[in-house]
């Protein structure tokens, strides 16, 4: 393991929403809130909505764990398996079975080595550390220029403020009971004092074509693998919607990362650049990280099928019944 080459990776991004924005937080009666974060302002502390670093991470790995489900045709995992690929696992008394499917995974699964997880008694820091993603506005144009100092001849000059890059909309949980007898469906009549299903609440978004800054970087030094897995999951998350309402039209967004990695802090590095979303783009040196990771997943129902204790939890479909 001492002998692998490992990289220190930093990225700097800028992106817009294609669509209104919803990243819920405080509710008070039926309308729901953006989530905010308050940050100084020249002399003065605001209060602006953002995009939380935790909810990029949960996203990450539902993507990286589907991803392995369907490139490697999963039919089965224990539930032990499903936890740790899509929760990032759960700390229990440690066993020595536990502590050597868990040592297993590390080694040989990239994405759960790269975000991190826990089982038995061991806990795997995540080797990748997530920013808030900020709106560029007045209040937060100065924080946008020290976070990121490499963006900043991109930043565009903004004349809004935090307030004025919100809004409310009225959405519906409405009751579908009356559509069974269209398709001739019978269903179980609901009890007289039952709640109706029918409500109207509102949800605060982000209008559109908002400019955000975001980043993110290694905490520890990656591997090539786990820096492709990274990228893959990049990839993966430009087909998604970002915040939540993605079935209802919500959170479509384009970002421009520039990536710098290196072997040493002494390395001056390399730089390349990700476009995600409408033109996805990788530079090619970074494409040739996320294909070695594609590849290693590809040879993935081998490693599995020879290791004693991922044999047992992780069955594909070409196994049989």
Known sequence: MSGIQRYLVSAAGIGENLAPLVHSEEKLGNKVFFRRLSMMSGNAVVTVPTISGNSFR??????????????????????????????????????????????????????????????????YASRV???????????????????????INDLPDVQVSSGQITAMTMLTRKQDEEKAPLVD?????????????QMLFHVEYIVPNTTFVHGFRTVYPVSALEFGALLKILELSSERSYGGQGSRGFGRMNWRYTLTWRASLDDPGQTGAIHLGQDLHFDAPLLAFKQQYEAHVAGLPDIVRADSHLAPIIQFADEGE
């Not at 764990?65 to 490697?72: C, E, K, P, Q, Y």
């Not at 019978?186 to 039952?194: K, L, P, T, V, Y």
């Open 58 to 123: 949960g996203a990450w790995r539902d993507l990286a764990a589907m991803h392995l489900v369907t490139a490697l045709r999963i039919r089965h995992v224990s539930q032990l398996a499903f936890v740790t690929l899509f929760s990032g696992g759960t700390l229990t008394s440690g066993s020595a079975n536990a502590n050597a499917l868990a040592q297993s995974l590390y080694t040989n699964f990239p994405s759960l080595s790269l975000l991190g997880f826990s089982m038995g008694s061991r806990m």
């Open 185 to 197: 469906l019978s269903i179980e009549e609901a009890a007289e004092d039952a709640n109706p299903t």
């Open 129 to 151: 550390g997530v920013d808030f993603a900020v709106p560029l506005t007045q209040e937060t144009a100065a924080y946008a220029q020290s976070a990121y100092p490499e963006r």
